[in-house]
Structures are given as C-alpha cells and as structure tokens.
C-alpha cells in the first residue's frame, strides 16, 4: 500500500505523535520512513533593535532541525527503513518541494492545538501541506497515544 512516507518534524510533541503513527504505519505495511525537518531561514529576528545575528539564527535553526530528525528517527521501531534529512528555507515550501522531489506515497504531520486566533495569527504549516499536497496526508494531533 505505501512504500515510502515522508515525516516532517519541528521537534513538537505533535511532531513526536505523527513519528510513533508513521512508525505503525511502516511497520504494517513495510514501508520506509523518510524524516525531514525545515530549519527556517526566515531570521523573525534579525534587525538592529533585536539583536541576533543571521549566522545565529541559521545555527540554531540547523541545530534544532537537526535534534528534530535525531528524535523523530529514535521514535521510530527497529525494523523500519528510515531516511534523515535536514534542508533550510521556508518550511511550507520545503515540505512540498520534497514531496515533489521524492517518490512519497503518504506524509505523516502533527498538528497542534491552536485556537482559532492562534491559527489565524500564525498559521499552520501542516494545513497548508494538506491544502497544497497531491498525496495524501494524515494529520495527528499531540494529545494522540501511540496504540
């Protein structure tokens, strides 16, 4: 049924739920996992009042990207193929690059609890991939226990 799911991370506890679902999912059906994790180019705080430096920002990012695939990929059982990748830019457009890119049956996200304001505010990589996305995608919300 599906060879290959993508599993986008920002390192959440949503994120963590959508990992421990894929990780169920590619165990029944024999599927490998490829864990993928946007490290933001967008510097919310590069100016001269804020104070943190471009190069900063692109470390942190691409630490914490990189913890993010770490964990998500431990999450994961034993006997499932998993693939790691980190890439910078603009986390929507990245995660629909690589399902463009990549020979991906499924996506497997996590969703976070906002209100309603929250999402209007800030919006919702996740509902953007479902909107945007030509392959399936199975959302999982944080408060979801692995079965």
């Given at each position: 049924?599906?060879?290959?799911?993508?599993?986008?991370?920002?390192?959440?506890?949503?994120?963590?739920?959508?990992?421990?679902?894929?990780?169920?999912?590619?165990?029944?059906?024999?599927?490998?996992?490829?864990?993928?994790?946007?490290?933001?180019?967008?510097?919310?705080?590069?100016?001269?009042s804020s104070g943190l430096a471009p190069e900063a920002w692109d470390e942190a990012e691409r630490d914490r990207a990189t913890a993010a695939?770490?964990?998500?990929?431990?999450?994961?059982?034993?006997?499932?193929?998993?693939?790691?990748?980190?890439?910078?830019?603009?986390?929507?457009?990245?995660?629909?690059?690589?399902?463009?890119?990549?020979?991906?049956?499924?996506?497997?996200?996590?969703?976070?609890?906002?209100?309603?304001?929250?999402?209007?505010?800030?919006?919702?990589?996740?509902?953007?991939?479902?909107?945007?996305?030509?392959?399936?995608?199975?959302?999982?919300?944080?408060?979801?226990?692995?079965?």
């Amino acid at each position: 049924m599906y060879e290959t799911i993508l599993l986008p991370t920002d390192g959440s506890d949503a994120s963590l739920a959508a990992a421990r679902h894929a990780g169920n999912l590619a165990s029944t059906t024999g599927a490998s996992v490829r864990v993928v994790s946007v490290a933001d180019s967008r510097n919310r705080f590069e100016s001269p009042s804020s104070g943190l430096a471009p190069e900063a920002w692109d470390e942190a990012e691409r630490d914490r990207a990189t913890a993010a695939v770490e964990e998500a990929a431990a999450t994961l059982p034993d006997d499932v193929s998993v693939e790691k990748t980190v890439v910078a830019g603009i986390p929507q457009d990245k995660i629909l690059d690589e399902i463009e890119a990549s020979d991906v049956d499924l996506v497997v996200m996590g969703t976070h609890s906002r209100s309603k304001l929250d999402r209007y505010l800030i919006g919702s990589v996740t509902e953007r991939i479902v909107r945007h996305s030509p392959i399936p995608v199975v959302t999982v919300r944080e408060d979801v226990e692995a079965e």
